[in-house]
């Protein structure tokens, strides 16, 4: 199942600013992307364990894929996201 994912505008303004400042030769989407695995894959590490995939990113936006829907669900629960339909 696969969750689709906009980044909020403080995290754009905040954090991911702050990574891409603080690594001159990061891109703007190279600096979402490291967020977006330190956020929310850490997220689903700590609290899924789930087997997933996060691809898709770009400055505004992601799409986590997971193997288990069960786990999808819990992570949309908790942090929001639209499903996918293939």
Not at 19 to 33: C, L, P
Not at 44 to 56: A, E, Q, V, Y
Not at 62 to 67: G, I, Q, R
């Amino acid at each position: 199942m696969k969750i689709y994912m906009q980044i909020a505008n403080g995290y754009k303004s905040n954090r991911i600013s702050r990574i891409a400042d603080g690594n001159a030769n990061m891109s703007k989407v190279e600096a979402t992307k490291a967020f977006v695995d330190a956020a929310y894959g850490n997220w689903i590490r700590s609290n899924l364990g789930s087997d997933f995939t996060i691809h898709g990113i770009t400055e505004q936006s992601f799409v986590v894929d997971f193997t288990y829907e069960d786990d999808a669900r819990e992570f949309q629960k908790q942090l929001g996201g639209r499903e996918m339909v293939d």
